[in-house]
């Protein structure tokens, strides 16, 4: 994923299509779907029988400190709204459906014992 970020501005040097704390958010968002993540693991090993509840317990976390982020920035930054709102989106579902498929795994893994 970080090969195709950096590969983007070199292919298509004249368009605009991240915004320029690009890094940011993804720093941002790779560190709080990391955090999601080991909140909803542990909640899985602990009770397996309430896994699905860890799962939706750290996606609601990690989905309010997104929103108290998107706030903050579009507050302090004077840059273009509609490219952030895509860049950061579309961050977001890629880390969140990443996020899903590894925490699903680990809940397929528990069923088959």
């Not at 709080?32 to 899985?44: N, Q, R, S, V």
């Amino acid at each position: 994923m970080i090969g195709i970020v950096v590969l983007i501005p070199q292919i298509l040097p004249a368009s605009d299509i991240l915004v320029p704390s690009f890094w940011l958010i993804f720093g941002f968002l790779g560190g709080i779907t990391y955090i999601a993540y080991l909140l909803a693991h542990i909640g899985i090993h602990k009770n397996p029988e309430a896994g699905v509840v860890a799962i939706l317990g750290s996606v609601i976390v990690k989905l309010i400190f997104c929103m108290a982020f998107v706030l903050i920035y579009s507050i302090k930054a004077k840059e273009s709204g509609l490219l952030f709102i895509v860049n950061f989106f579309s961050l977001y579902l890629l880390f969140t459906v990443f996020e899903m498929y590894c925490l699903l795994r680990n809940l397929r893994h528990q069923n088959l014992k």
